[in-house]
């Protein structure tokens, strides 16, 4: 069997059930639901923006 050339992580199946009964909410695709729900994480992340910044001690390519 073939592997794939990316991770995919399983999602707990309890968030499936809530996450597809969100998507039809919105009338969105769930993949367009979560995508924007992890972006938006991120972005409030404090983590997150400073991995984002570039660093001082690492030349510019």
Known sequence: MARPNHYSPAIRGDLV???YHEAKHRSI???KL???LLRN???ADET?????E???DYPQR
């Open 17 to 19: 059930g809530l996450l």
């Open 41 to 43: 994480a991120l972005e």
């Open 29 to 31: 695709p769930m993949t």
């Open 34 to 36: 979560v995508d924007q």
């Open 54 to 56: 570039p660093r001082k």
């Open 48 to 52: 997150t923006r400073i991995l984002r």
